[in-house]
């Protein structure tokens, strides 16, 4: 085996797939098919970025979280705010919201580096409810349990204003998932993805190989911080309202249910989860509006009792055999 | 002020028998079960039913709340929990999170998502004042009946684990549940036993906090980071461990809620973030043992 060889076949699972570029080429037609369903494509494509983030937290650095929703409602809050006071324009918003959540990200990675998953678990958690605290505690400035009204957004470069039907949002939403997933493809596939993936499978193994774990860690939280702050963002632009809402803790727990679904530790498990999880709270809601956590919390026991690649494994087992065939096992 | 100790008291005492479950479990099967707090809930509907559907005396419903969430748990430890041991601990929490969904939707379809109450006895109704001023001192019956009660479940308890047969077992299946198998020590019985004897504290401790805490279909997520936080600090390996944690947390809500109305909550979470920092096994480990 060549130098050659070695490159192209770690290489090779960075190319994109016909299957991926088509899967794309049917996510981008949908909206212009569908206009009439806008509104459901643009909150899939926010809780497929918010999964995508906490996929490179969870999926990729292996940390388990329970306070996602921190760094949602921090972009949220921050989006919406910048909007009412400074200034309306949606670009310049949603990268002060990424900022504002890679900040907290940065702010807050040294807490997760140490202890269990037990304290991980813990702190995550107790970090979001601090934030909802305060949100609720600067009721003047946040809107309290109101909600933050009188947010208005202002058109996009081109004139795209936002409307009610959410057409406009549906694609910008889905662009802002787009370009995201690009970016994330890149990093994961590259050098320090791969060590990322590295450090979860084996941590000791890691260090002993002279890599810096803790500095690892911290920069994928910090970077599905930034990402959940965009998602945050992107609601708050689309939707002009923010309340306490997103930083509540089942915000966190659908977020991990979506990912869960879709499979963690590839980055098509938060889309597809994300599409699958509205799809089965829309059908499911719809013959029982009032009790439909119960089958989604019957439908998590099955899922954990028979095992959660059970679910994913058809997909994965397709990959892995395509990967075998280039060489890459 | 020394009323609002008292009452800092009697609610740490509560969350204590409450969370006595949890840490157990989680120290014992290193399970982290999120659902908790259903079983706490379903003991607090236990008493609600029978005292209001049947007119039983409280007293009498306090055991039965039990007993019936003790059976409880060791119907889904048989049949669920078991298969869930050996899992990574995100399946766990998901798993547990899902039962808790199931369990709220339930408790809502079946009861009612209104917050209920229950009379308690004339007896437990007064209150009883000492001394004058800043050093006044009021306690209600009801409360010094919790305090009564819990210290006398805690004394049962470590009495139980320390001087029993059973105690010795419980605690060689904690530290090395591989050696303690090996030695014929029936660990799953052992386990059997214990996740029921948990839920059981549980639900006694829900029936007891109905009175002070409420009770509505969402009381498991409402209560679960207090569960949560009293065996996070407290540590697993001991039982004063999540008893001092759970006095700590019950008399820093109380007067939080009281001095600073709008900051409580967020100082007792700061304040849990600031301990997991300093100290991320809990406040109390033993050295040694299995892990």
């Known amino acids: 085996m060549t130098a050659h060889d070695i490159t192209r076949s770690l290489s090779a699972p960075a190319r994109w797939r016909p299957w991926e570029i088509a899967l794309w080429l049917l996510i981008w037609i949908v909206p212009v098919v569908l206009p009439q369903h806008a509104a459901l494509v643009n909150e899939i494509a926010i809780l497929g970025l918010f999964a995508l983030s906490l996929d490179i937290v969870l999926g990729y650095a292996g940390i388990v979280s329970l306070g996602h929703a921190a760094f949602f409602g921090t972009g949220a809050y921050t989006a919406a705010l910048f909007a009412k006071h400074v200034m309306p324009d949606p670009l310049v918003g949603l990268a002060v919201g990424t900022l504002a959540g890679g900040l907290l990200g940065v702010l807050t990675s040294p807490l997760i580096v140490r202890g269990t998953d037990l304290t991980r678990l813990m702190v995550t958690m107790g970090v979001a409810l601090v934030l909802m605290e305060l949100a609720n505690r600067f009721d003047q400035l946040t809107g309290g349990a109101d909600g933050l009204q009188g947010v208005v957004i202002g058109p996009l470069p081109g004139n795209f204003e936002f409307d009610l039907a959410a057409r406009t949002a549906s694609f910008y939403s889905l662009a802002v998932l787009f370009l995201a997933f690009v970016i994330m493809r890149r990093i994961v596939h590259s050098p320090w993805g791969l060590s990322l993936q590295a450090l979860r499978d084996n941590r000791l193994r890691l260090a002993a190989i002279g890599l810096s774990v803790n500095a690892r860690l911290s920069i994928a939280y910090a970077l599905g911080a930034a990402l959940a702050g965009a998602a945050g963002a992107l609601l708050a632009q689309t939707t002009g309202f923010v309340s306490l809402d997103v930083l509540d803790f089942h915000r966190s727990a659908d977020v991990l249910l979506a990912l869960v679904i879709g499979g963690a530790g590839w980055l098509w498990g938060g889309l597809i989860g994300a599409i699958a999880f509205k799809v089965l709270h829309d059908v499911i809601s719809s013959f029982t509006p009032q009790y439909w956590t119960f089958w989604i919390g019957l439908f998590l026991v099955v899922l954990m009792l028979a095992g959660r690649e059970r679910l994913v494994r058809p997909w994965q087992g397709l990959l892995k055999r395509k990967g075998a065939g280039s060489g890459n096992e | ?291």
């Not at chain 2, 039962?99 to 006895?121: E, H, I, K, R």
């Not at chain 2, 029921?196 to 409420?214: E, F, T």
């Open chain 2, 1 to 291: 002020m020394l009323t609002l100790l008292f009452d800092g008291i009697a609610y740490g005492m509560l969350l204590f028998v409450l969370s006595l479950g949890l840490a157990v479990t989680m120290g014992l099967m290193n399970f982290v079960n999120l659902a908790h707090g259903a079983f706490a809930m379903a003991g607090g509907y236990v008493l609600v039913v029978l005292m209001r559907g049947y007119g039983w005396p409280f007293l009498a419903c306090l055991p039965a709340a039990f007993a019936v969430t003790a059976l409880l748990g060791a119907v889904l430890e048989r049949t669920l929990y078991r298969r869930m041991y050996g899992k990574p601990h995100l399946d766990q929490v998901l798993f547990s999170i899902g039962l808790t969904f199931m369990a709220v939707a339930a408790v809502d379809y079946v009861m009612g998502s209104s917050q209920v109450n229950v009379q308690t006895p004339e007896w437990l109704r007064g209150r009883f004042e000492f001394g004058s001023g800043a050093l006044s001192l009021g306690m209600g019956a009801y409360r010094l009946f919790i305090i009564v009660v819990c210290v006398a479940l805690t004394v049962g308890l470590q009495t139980l684990l320390n001087r029993t047969r059973f105690g010795s077992r419980l605690r060689a299946a904690v530290d090395d549940p591989r050696v303690a198998a090996g030695l014929g020590i029936p660990v799953n019985r052992v386990f059997l036993l214990t996740f029921a004897a948990g839920s059981g504290l549980a639900g006694l401790g829900g029936a007891l906090g109905v009175d002070i805490l409420g009770l509505d279909p969402s009381f498991p997520f409402k209560f679960m980071v207090y569960f949560l936080i009293v065996c996070a600090v407290g540590g697993t390996s001991s039982i004063t461990g999540p008893l001092v944690a759970a006095l700590l947390l019950g008399i820093a809500d109380v007067f939080g809620k009281y001095y600073l109305p709008k900051l409580g909550a967020f100082i007792v979470y700061m304040l849990m973030i600031a301990i997991l920092l300093w100290r991320p096994q809990g406040l109390f480990t033993r050295s040694g043992g299995g892990r």
